[in-house]
């Protein structure tokens, strides 16, 4: 076991140390710098707008009412959707480690990605809305293949380019559903439960070559509920979601306002930290200064990804099985989804490793007893103690952020497999899916979340290649909605591909306002 593994990580890091290279890293920025720029800092100069129509409109039954439509579900259940896949371990686990390993100037860079990353989330999810069409159960379908596909491959002499594209981004997906979407989450999920709640008589039992027979039957469990939930469709997924995330997510976020308040004089210095080291990494970090910033900034980067999936295309096939008829609408809606997850959600975890003392940003020490994966934990722990409650509280929080990113990419995976062999045979993945899921749980930590890392990386590519190829479509989209929605122009709305989908939007659209 242990030679087969240790071949798995030899053969990923090649293929790693290519993807989050020089060359993967500027395509990421660089889409996402072009989709900033070129609608005009949407994010910035919209905020009113974008924040009124997503967050501000939740009390409105028409995002969040439940649609009776075949395959679709509200918009705040897309949102929930997405944020189960998103606010995942990345969350959590994910910051801690890009601190450990590339000091707190990665919380800067993992800003700086999300920043951009809103446009280029917003991006995918017009073109997504854009390029949709119903499949043959009569469901919404779309997702970056399709925008490959129908948008790249119609430009001159890129017809069969379009076509590897949007395979590749099928395959890539697949893997990354098993990597970022199982074995990384089940992974964070099993290593906390077993510090929190420990079981000696099963723990200190190895099985399969130096497995935990705990972590083992922690992994069997968590497979088990995810089959109960995956293999009932979106809408039963949608409905877990919907009803886990706002919970969990305002839960953590109280938590951890707790902790940075109780440790409010180490605010500032935290600040410091984050801003001070993104351009001059303590010497823990290791190499000469321009490496050692290249570090800190990649694993800002690269964990940002891993946490709001800016980039990689996949929230878009949640997104579009959306009832909103408008693409820019739910664009708007990828904008908030960025934001909630990484300015939000990872700004209060960064806070609460770096005001708590768990870890010392100068030395980059960690405290005794603690790991990257438990950070978080200790952090709570030296606030809520009694009883071990803040490592518990954690661990819970950590299964069900992390449990809900597997629900979540389990459906992301069912749409590659879908495009790839139909509609009708994606029960199979979805049992395939289901069983990857114990690998999580008896891999190594570091290879698991290489291993998610990579696939990120390859699913990444050829969705940012449709994107910035297809942006133009993207502008003219946008300046659209704002010439009709903002500046009460009267003018056809563009909002599909499909000709006959538009005109029988047009009036809805005009006496809905979706």
């Known amino acids: 076991m242990e030679l087969f593994l240790e071949k798995i990580a030899s053969f990923n890091d090649s293929i790693n140390s290519f993807v989050w290279g020089w060359a993967g890293l500027i395509l990421l920025l660089g889409t996402g710098l072009v989709a900033t720029v070129f609608t005009k800092v949407f994010q910035i100069s919209h905020l009113g707008h974008w924040w009124k129509n997503t967050i501000g409109s939740l009390f409105k039954k028409d995002v969040i009412g439940h649609t009776k439509e075949k395959g679709a579900i509200s918009p705040f259940q897309a949102l929930c959707t997405a944020l189960a896949a998103t606010v995942g371990t990345g969350n959590i686990a994910g910051v801690a480690a890009a601190i450990c390993v590339g000091g707190a100037g990665a919380v800067f860079w993992m800003w700086v990605a999300a920043f951009l990353g809103m446009m280029t989330n917003y991006s995918e999810n017009v073109l997504g809305m854009y390029f949709r069409r119903r499949n043959a159960n009569g469901e919404w379908s779309g997702g970056a293949m399709y925008y490959l596909r129908d948008g790249l491959g119609a430009k001159k002499n890129c017809k069969w380019i379009g076509k590897i594209l949007a395979v590749l981004f099928c395959i890539f997906t697949m893997l990354a559903s098993f990597g970022i979407g199982s074995m990384g989450q089940v992974n964070k999920i099993v290593a906390n439960v077993a510090a929190a709640f420990d079981v000696k008589a099963l723990s200190e039992i190895t099985v399969l070559g130096g497995v935990s027979l705990y972590n083992l039957i922690l992994g069997l469990v968590v497979m088990l509920l995810t089959a109960l939930i995956t293999l009932g469709g979106l809408k039963r997924i949608a409905s877990v979601a919907e ?3 706002p919970f969990m997510v ?17 605010v500032l210095p935290a600040f410091k930290a984050i801003f001070v080291n993104a351009f001059k990494p303590q010497s823990f970090v290791g190499g000469t200064l321009g490496a050692a910033i290249m570090l800190a900034a990649k694993q800002g980067f690269k964990r940002g990804v891993f946490s709001n ?17 408008e693409p820019v609408k739910q664009g708007m809606w990828g904008i908030f989804e960025v934001f909630a997850d990484t300015m939000v959600v990872c700004t209060m975890t960064a806070l609460v490793v770096l005001t708590s003392g768990v870890f010392n940003a100068k030395t980059g020490e960690i405290a005794e007893g603690l790991t990257d994966a438990t950070l978080v934990g200790g952090a709570f722990n030296s606030v809520f103690g009694w009883g071990n409650f803040g490592q518990r509280f954690i661990a819970i929080a950590m299964f069900l952020f992390a449990f809900t990113t597997v629900l979540g990419w389990s459906h992301y995976g069912s749409k590659a497999w879908e495009y790839l062999f139909g509609a009708k045979t994606t029960i199979i993945f979805k049992i395939i899916h289901v069983c990857t899921v114990i690998f999580g749980a008896i891999l190594t930590s570091s290879l698991a979340w290489d291993i998610s890392d990579t696939f990120n990386g390859l699913m990444m590519m050829p969705n940012l290649i449709g994107v910035l190829v297809m942006f133009p479509l993207v502008v003219k989209i946008t300046n659209n909605y704002v010439g009709r929605k903002i500046k009460g122009k009267e003018i056809s709305p563009v909002v599909s591909y499909d000709k006959n989908i538009e005109e029988a939007y047009a009036e809805e659209i005009a006496n809905d306002g979706k």
């Not at 999936?309 to 008829?325: D, P, Q, W, Y």
């Open 243 to 245: 009803k886990i995330v």
């Open 309 to 325: 999936e800016a980039g990689l295309g996949s929230s878009v096939m949640v997104h579009s099985n959306s009832n909103i008829k």
């Open 250 to 266: 305002v839960l953590f976020v109280a938590g951890s306002i707790v902790i940075i308040a109780i440790n409010y004089q180490n």
